[in-house]
Nanobody, 115 residues
Framework: QVRLVESGGGLVHPGGSLGLSCVASRGNFRRYDVGWYRQYQGTQRELVAVLRREGGTDYAESVRGRFTISRDYPRNRIHLQMNNLKPEDTAVYYC?????????WGQGTQVTVSS
């Protein structure tokens, strides 16, 4: 069982930056593809960014060029750096290890982009 805890959400103005972190307090990220997903109110979670075990990345078209996913294996953490944030990025962001169907999820962290 992998336990994931996100941090770093909050309120930011349009055009601003925010960094999210996810730490695995149990389990080891090295074993899994890891990713960030987001969920708007009343909708299903959607993929934001994925970082595969072998190192490849993929991003949602809406965030490509603005968001960067990275990993810190010694500290068992993954990060999502979000730049040039837009109001449509407002959502609850979730960390995932092992994929959206059978993987593990954090509790989510709210990101609000508003002036």
């Amino acid at each position: 069982q992998v336990r994931l805890v996100e941090s770093g959400g909050g309120l930011v103005h349009p055009g601003g930056s925010l960094g999210l972190s996810c730490v695995a307090s149990r389990g080891n990220f090295r074993r899994y593809d890891v990713g960030w997903y987001r969920q708007y109110q009343g909708t299903q979670r959607e993929l934001v960014a994925v970082l595969r075990r072998e190192g490849g990345t993929d991003y949602a078209e809406s965030v490509r060029g603005r968001f960067t996913i990275s990993r810190d294996y010694p500290r068992n953490r993954i990060h999502l750096q979000m730049n040039n944030l837009k109001p449509e990025d407002t959502a609850v962001y979730y960390c995932n290890a092992g994929g959206p169907t059978q993987g593990f999820w954090g509790q989510g962290t709210q990101v609000t982009v508003s002036s």
